[in-house]
């Protein structure tokens, strides 16, 4: 594996709350996708996921709770925790999770993105 320039994976596309997959470790993936507006509520059951921003900030908005994250701060959504992710402006950040993990839980949308189509970039 070679290093990867994160700023460089983020240049490559330009969809929102489509998740892009740039790494592999234990069973995990790391995930880079950008985000303005609002995604979906939704929970993952059996997975926790890890936010961490680049750019912009993005807010967690959890049920009696919400976790505003700003460049350089992440942020663990655990197992079973409704949550919904949204961003005011264009907003840059990476995700780490289980492969088994599905992009909105078991709520399917219009911005829902199946694994199989996470394009690896």
């Given at each position: 594996?070679?290093?990867?320039?994160i700023?460089?994976?983020?240049?490559?596309?330009?969809?929102?709350w489509?998740p892009?997959?740039?790494?592999?470790?234990?069973?995990?993936?790391?995930?880079?996708?950008?985000g303005?507006?609002?995604?979906?509520?939704?929970?993952?059951d059996?997975?926790?996921?890890?936010?961490?921003v680049?750019?912009?900030?993005?807010?967690?908005?959890?049920?009696?709770?919400?976790?505003?994250?700003?460049?350089?701060?992440?942020y663990?959504v655990p197992?079973?925790?409704?949550h919904?992710p949204?961003?005011?402006?264009?907003?840059?950040?990476?995700?780490?999770?289980?492969?088994?993990?599905?992009?909105?839980g078991s709520?399917?949308?219009?911005l829902t993105?199946?694994?199989?189509?996470?394009?690896?970039i």
């Amino acid at each position: 594996m070679s290093k990867i320039n994160i700023e460089e994976k983020f240049s490559l596309f330009s969809e929102l709350w489509s998740p892009k997959i740039i790494a592999e470790s234990n069973e995990q993936l790391v995930k880079i996708a950008k985000g303005c507006g609002e995604l979906v509520w939704h929970q993952h059951d059996n997975e926790d996921e890890l936010f961490l921003v680049f750019k912009g900030q993005l807010t967690l908005l959890m049920k009696g709770a919400e976790v505003v994250l700003n460049p350089e701060e992440m942020y663990i959504v655990p197992k079973g925790v409704a949550h919904c992710p949204k961003a005011k402006e264009e907003t840059h950040f990476l995700m780490v999770e289980p492969k088994s993990t599905a992009h909105t839980g078991s709520i399917a949308s219009e911005l829902t993105v199946d694994i199989a189509d996470q394009a690896r970039i």
